[in-house]
Structures are given as structure tokens and as C-alpha cells.
């Protein structure tokens, strides 16, 4: 059932990686480097930033044979987006806005959720779903392996889930990208030698909103919105704890899930290793309730917010101190 799915997975794989050290190369000389910041993500060397670009490449082949237009425009806007913000940094208010017109294009090619019956309100809803996405898997990348991981096992599990429930080429699309993570993150595992900047953040994280978008009735929509649990449950804890603490939300500060769990003890590779768990177990309850009647499905998916709220509480006492900086502090809103 699943072995059409194999290709477009392994293809992209291979491509991604081989393109990737190619990416580094190209950021290297337009100056796109990270400097060394050992304090905050144990990086003792420059490192280039432009690996997005090889996810984007890795995938675009699947993209271009997909029916529906709606899926190329808007991920390529939004990996243009990143691109010139990561080569010609932008004002937040210019990003969010340019986040914006790429996720009014997607819906006005006809990619929209179907929830309310008004058309004009589902638009607005697809829009919002499709900026707060791509910045919460945005916020993600603050870790040597976090981001293309947690994003390689969503891609995952939506490929799996899209086999039974959803559009072939929407299936096709997830196996890619998941095979363009993973193949990313062969270079990215710590220590990174390379970074997907926001080039390959927004595309990945609009390309999994998309994703979502098709899986939006009974347990099958449920699931969809399990699957991104982790980028979801991470954004919404640093608004909690932020707020908390009287500083702005959206402001960027040393306090994510992955820097909170080293401060408790763990390497940074043991950090990234649980966030891995907690995606697959996101994975396992879309799963189970997939095709099951849909007070099951909300039970199921509540039980998942619980523990999530419980993890969240135990995270927010660690004592995190005054410092911060470098690839670790990610905004919650565009930053330039």
C-alpha cells in the first residue's frame, strides 16, 4: 500500500542530500554565515545558512507535477520569502506581510479549508493556519537536527495518512519532503554543517500546513492537526511562558523546549533524540485515530493536549538564567 510512495521519498532523499553541501558552498560566498556561538548552540566555526535551498530543490521536481497549482505557487512564494530574508534580512512587518500575500495566493488558486461553508471566512482561516504554521515550524529551527527531524517524521506520517485518506499526489508530496528533510539533515545532525535558514523553514512548514488543509474532515482532520503537535505545542508554550513573565511573546529569548532540556541535563543530541520521540508519538495517536468516529478522535487528540499542557508546566520551571543569542533565540513573529 505504501510502496508508491518509496520513489518520490528516496529520490528527494538522495537530491537533498547531495545538494546540500552545494547550498553551504553558495552561502559561503554571499557571506550567508552563522558565526561560531559555543555558548548557545556548541558551534565553534562559522556556519552557512542557505541549506533550505536543497530541501526546495530536493522537493520542487514533485511539485511541478502536482494538479493543482495552488500547491507550487504558494510554497515557492513562501520559499522566495525566506530566501530574501535570509540574503537581504526584512522588518518584521515587512516579512509578516510578504508571509501574508504568499498564503492569499495559495487560497486564491483554490487550496482552502472547507469547514464553515462561507467562503470568505474559510479563506481567512486557511491564510491565518498557513502563516502561523510556517512560523511555528520557524521556531523549531533552533537546533542542530530539530527542525528537518521533527518536520522529516510529520512529513512521514501524513504520507501514511494522506495513502488512505487523501489525494494520491498529496501522499506523493509528504513522502518527498519528509526524504528531502531526512537527506538535509544527514549535513544538519549536531554538529551542523550547514543551516536551512529560513529559506527551507517557511517552505517546509507552509508545504506541512498545505498538507493539513486536505485532511480536514472527521478523524482524518484531527489527525492532521496531531501530526504538527510538536511545532504547535512549541509555539504556544513560549506564548504561555513569555506572557507569564510579562516579556512580549514574540520577542526572542533563550527559553525553547530544546534549551530547556538541556539546561536540565541532556546533551544537545539527547534533546533533539526526545523532541524525535515526542513527533513520533504525535504520529502514533494521528494514527489511532484515523478513521475512527470522531468523539474518539477528540478524546484521543485531548489526551494528547493534556499531556502536552503537563510537559509544558514541568518545562516551564526549569530555570533557564540571563543569557541567550545566536541560532537558539527564535522570534515568534518575523524577525529581521
Not at 527551507?200 to 474532515?217: D, E, H, I, K, N
Request: proline letters at 6%; charged letters at 10%.
Amino acid at each position: 500500500m505504501l510502496t508508491p510512495l518509496f520513489p518520490p521519498f528516496l529520490t528527494s532523499l538522495l537530491l537533498a542530500a547531495l545538494l546540500t553541501p552545494l547550498a553551504g558552498r553558495l552561502a559561503v560566498r554571499l557571506g550567508r554565515v552563522s558565526p561560531p556561538n559555543p555558548s548557545v548552540d556548541g558551534h565553534t566555526r562559522a556556519t552557512p545558512y542557505l541549506g533550505g535551498l536543497a530541501i526546495f530543490c530536493a522537493v520542487s521536481p514533485f511539485l511541478l507535477s502536482a494538479k493543482e497549482s495552488a500547491w507550487i505557487l504558494g510554497t515557492a512564494l513562501m520559499m522566495l520569502v525566506g530566501l530574501l530574508d535570509d540574503l537581504f534580512p526584512f522588518s518584521p512587518a515587512r516579512k509578516l506581510l510578504a508571509q501574508a500575500a504568499a498564503a492569499i495566493a495559495t487560497v486564491a488558486f483554490g487550496l482552502h479549508f472547507d469547514v464553515s461553508g462561507i467562503l470568505l471566512l474559510d479563506a481567512a482561516l486557511t491564510v491565518f493556519w498557513l502563516i502561523a504554521i510556517a512560523n511555528a515550524f520557524n521556531v523549531t529551527d533552533m537546533m542542530d537536527g530539530l527542525a528537518p527531524g521533527i518536520g522529516g517524521i510529520a512529513g512521514v506520517g501524513f504520507a501514511v495518512v494522506l495513502t488512505g485518506s487523501g489525494p494520491v499526489e498529496s501522499a506523493t508530496l509528504a513522502a518527498a519532503l519528509a526524504g528531502g528533510l531526512f537527506g538535509f539533515l544527514i549535513h544538519n545532525f549536531h554538529p551542523a554543517r550547514v543551516f536551512m535558514g529560513d529559506t527551507g523553514s517557511l517552505f517546509a512548514g507552509t508545504l506541512l500546513g498545505c498538507l493539513t488543509v486536505t485532511l480536514q474532515r472527521g478523524g482524518a482532520g484531527v489527525a492532521g492537526f496531531a501530526l504538527l503537535g510538536l511545532p504547535l505545542f512549541e509555539a504556544a508554550f513560549l506564548i504561555a511562558v513569555r506572557t507569564r513573565q510579562g516579556r512580549p511573546w514574540y520577542r526572542a529569548s533563550r527559553d525553547h523546549t530544546a534549551q530547556r532540556l538541556v539546561q536540565s541535563g541532556l546533551s544537545i543530541r539527547g534533546a533533539v533524540l526526545t523532541l524525535y520521540a515526542a513527533a513520533l508519538l504525535c504520529d502514533v495517536v494521528a494514527l489511532s485515530i484515523l478513521h475512527r468516529p470522531l468523539p474518539i478522535a477528540y478524546l484521543t487528540a485531548g489526551a494528547l493536549v493534556g499531556a502536552g499542557l503537563l510537559a509544558g508546566g514541568r518545562l516551564a520551571k526549569v530555570n533557564m538564567g540571563p543569557g541567550g543569542g545566536g541560532q537558539g533565540n527564535q522570534s515568534l513573529l518575523p524577525e529581521p
